[in-house]
């Protein structure tokens, strides 16, 4: 069983939905992270969270501890939002590493 | 903003021959990481390195992979006889402290032949 595990695989939208990627773990965590990846491979850390809800711009992420549920909103979503988003842990016991989800394939069509 | 550059952005090796790939952390950052992606596949992790030494390694980093910080900005890594499934995009991360998050590199895409 994959220790993170991402919903949709792949998602296609309009310009200006409101868009939900979901992520849920199965470990323990000390932080949770959502990365960007853009067609070419460069990855961008967008969050690094461990409580309650971070906004940056039209971004949004929030995370359920209890739950070992994340987030990520995307509001008025545009073309360059196109990218996969993929969910990443740090694990509690002193691991630095991060374990990452498979990603979700975001498209944006004008 | 600082960034984490590696190089080259893309190596071709024939199958047996060593690798070097380079990156350099953002200039003070203490913990270092390779991570990497197979075409298709999720990022995984293969090794942390702090303090001079490594940290963790994955079941990934065997015998024929190495890590260096030879000079205290670069850090590399090395394959040493490389494998045709060896072919991945290879990415180097690097953080301040414990509670930062991480930066990553562009990557390199290694192909062997």
């Known amino acids: 069983k994959n220790e993170v595990e991402q919903s949709p695989q792949n998602l296609t939208a309009q310009e200006g939905e409101f868009i939900t990627i979901n992520c849920s773990y199965s470990?323990?965590?000390?932080?949770l992270h959502w990365l960007q990846q853009h067609p070419g491979g460069g990855i961008v850390s967008l969050f690094m969270?461990?409580?309650g809800k971070k906004k940056h711009g039209r971004l949004i992420a929030t995370i359920n501890i209890q739950e070992k549920h994340s987030s990520l909103h995307i509001t008025a979503s545009h073309p360059r939002d196109s990218a996969v988003y993929i969910c990443?842990?740090?694990?509690?016991?002193?691991?630095?590493?991060?374990?990452f989800g498979t990603g979700t394939r975001l498209t944006i069509i004008p | 903003e600082p960034e984490v550059t590696q190089t080259p952005s893309h190596q071709v090796t024939q199958m047996g021959q060593e690798v070097i790939l380079r990156c350099v952390p953002i200039?003070?950052?203490?913990?270092f990481y390779w991570y990497r992606q197979i075409l298709g596949q999720k990022v995984e992790f293969l090794v942390s390195?702090?303090?001079?030494?490594?940290?963790?390694k994955s079941e990934i980093f065997d015998d024929q992979f190495s890590v260096e910080r030879p000079d205290g900005s670069n850090f590399t890594l090395k394959i040493r006889s490389t494998k045709l499934e060896d072919s991945a995009m290879y990415f180097c991360?690097?953080?301040?402290?414990?509670?930062?998050?991480?930066?990553f590199g562009d990557g390199t895409r290694l192909s062997i032949l």
């Open positions: 470990v323990g965590i000390s932080a």
């Open positions: 200039s003070n950052h203490l913990y």
């Open positions: 991360a690097s953080k301040r402290d414990a509670n930062q998050p991480q930066h």
């Open positions: 990443a842990v740090m694990s509690n016991f002193g691991n630095e590493k991060l374990t």
């Open positions: 969270l461990s409580s």
């Open positions: 390195f702090y303090n001079n030494e490594i940290s963790e």
